[in-house]
């Protein structure tokens, strides 16, 4: 079946610019998360989506940053005033969820490579 | 990535074993992950180990788990060309994954 898809592929944009990526999970998967990866700092988690509950903000570093997921399904995740150092693949996984603590893989998207000038 | 350690590159002969390392620090990771990632592409899980499991198989890949010394590893039998990658191990804890570095494995002919 289809897997996680993510738009753009990639994104280019000038500093100071409002940007937005897409995610679309695996139909099913009620969890989504995202990760942002870049050479300084690796994977890093930046916020999980649950069904309705309220999100895990945790990880986002900024309030720059933003997401939501509408519907239970599409998730968009808005970076505002575009940094160079926002600069990085921004990864989107999905999970199956069955109320036993990760006992589904998250399984992820292409990401999308987003390069501030 | 900090909590989670992996060696940084590994060279391997095809045909032969890989072996990748991987420490971890929280005791309380309920599974243990191992993804692989290609130029260009996402992350393709490829195996996981739930953390009461020493050992799981499967085809090529066996995952072996201590879990007193918090270790984790990756053996891949008889490595191809194809296997050339980045691998990383992450701990699932509180719903996220924590990753390592990643380990970039180079099969040479």
């Known amino acids: 079946g289809a897997g996680v898809s993510q738009s753009p592929s990639n994104k280019v944009t000038e500093k100071g610019k409002d940007v937005e990526l897409r995610c679309d999970p695996i139909?099913?998967?009620?969890?989504l998360y995202w990760y942002r990866q870049s050479l300084g700092q690796g994977l890093e988690f930046l916020i999980y989506f649950q069904g309705n509950s309220a999100p895990d903000k945790s990880g986002l570093p900024s309030d720059r940053f933003s997401a939501e997921r509408t519907g239970g399904s599409v998730s968009t995740l808005t970076i505002q005033r575009t940094q160079q150092e926002d600069s990085a693949v921004y990864l989107c996984a999905s999970s199956q969820w069955t109320g036993g603590e990760g006992n589904q893989p998250q399984h992820f998207g292409d990401g999308t490579r987003l390069s501030i000038l | 990535g900090e909590d989670v350690e992996q060696s940084l590159f590994l060279s391997v002969r095809e045909g032969d074993s890989s072996v990748i390392n991987c420490t971890y620090t929280?005791?309380?990771?309920?599974?243990l992950y191992w993804y692989k990632q290609e130029p260009g592409a996402g992350l393709q899980l490829l195996t996981y180990i739930f953390s009461n499991m020493d050992m799981k198989q499967d085809q090529r890949l066996t995952v072996l788990l201590n879990k007193k010394d918090k270790h984790l590893s990756l053996r891949i039998a008889d490595t191809q060309t194809g296997d050339s990658a980045i691998y990383f191990c992450a701990e699932y804890n509180d719903y996220k994954l924590s990753f390592g570095a990643g380990t970039t494995v180079t099969v040479r002919a």
């Open positions: 929280d005791s309380s990771s309920t599974y």
């Open positions: 139909s099913g998967h009620t969890a």
